[in-house]
């Protein structure tokens, strides 16, 4: 009964590689996020979908590409991996019904561990 | 000045302690207020929320301060478990929901 699930949860890979984090979340929630979180341990936000549509989009590198198949399904790809990715990737989900606070809360999956080498 | 800010600590305190953190915030357009916590290699859970009137949960008492933008958290008789990096999280509605997280404040409880 995973709220929010992701894979792999661990991906050790080479620089120049693509690769792909899939996220999927069943607590009915219309809007689903991507967080980094660096070796400080700063979780910073990088992408945001509702119903699909991409709605937050910080200064992230156009080799990451989201992508929402479903509202229920999150995937993160990358390009040309490179050293400073990096990171642990977390998938997050949440209402959006403001200004109900609620819709701020946000569940997070266990993370992936991605390390570029 | 960051969005968020919180000290890092560490904050090391016996068990049974009462520990407080505080976080600020520069947006004073925020509307909501939380405190996560993580701990080492897992994800962050909400722990709870924090209303304009102050809130508590069992040990834990939340507060804002919307004058002095600024949030605390404070924890009553500090157990073992409650070792870990406490996140302070603002929310804002600007056409889209963003919440911004601080950097975390780590607490260590000792035996």
């Known amino acids: 009964d995973t709220a929010v699930s992701q894979t792999p949860k661990y991906l050790v890979t080479q620089m120049g590689n693509d690769k792909s984090i899939k996220c999927e979340q069943n607590?009915?929630?219309?809007?689903m996020y991507w967080y980094k979180q660096d070796s400080k341990k700063f979780l910073k936000i990088m992408f945001s979908?509702?119903?699909?549509?991409?709605?937050i989009n910080e200064t992230v590198p156009n080799r990451f590409s989201p992508k929402s198949p479903d509202k229920a399904h999150l995937n993160l790809h990358i390009n040309s991996l490179e050293l400073g990715d990096s990171a642990v990737y977390f998938c997050?989900?949440?209402?959006?019904?403001?200004?109900?606070?609620?819709?701020?809360?946000?569940?997070f999956g266990p993370g992936t561990r991605l390390t570029v080498t | 000045r960051k969005e968020v800010e919180q000290d890092p600590g560490p904050f090391n305190v016996p068990e049974g302690a009462t520990v407080a953190f505080n976080c600020t915030y520069s947006n004073s357009a925020s509307q909501s207020f939380f405190w996560y916590r993580q701990d080492c290699r897992k994800e962050p859970k909400l722990l709870m929320s924090v209303y304009s009137s102050g809130n508590e949960d069992g040990r834990f008492t939340a507060q804002l301060n919307r004058a002095s933008q600024y949030i605390s958290l404070l924890i009553r008789d500090s157990k073992l478990s409650d070792s870990a990096t406490y996140l302070c999280?603002?929310?804002?509605?600007?056409?889209?929901?963003?919440?911004?997280f601080g950097t975390g404040t780590k607490l260590q409880v000792i035996p």
């Open positions: 999280v603002v929310g804002y509605s600007g056409g889209y929901q963003k919440v911004t």
């Open positions: 979908y509702n119903n699909k549509e991409l709605i």
């Open positions: 997050a989900s949440s209402h959006t019904h403001p200004p109900d606070r609620s819709s701020y809360e946000q569940y």
């Open positions: 607590l009915g929630h219309d809007t």
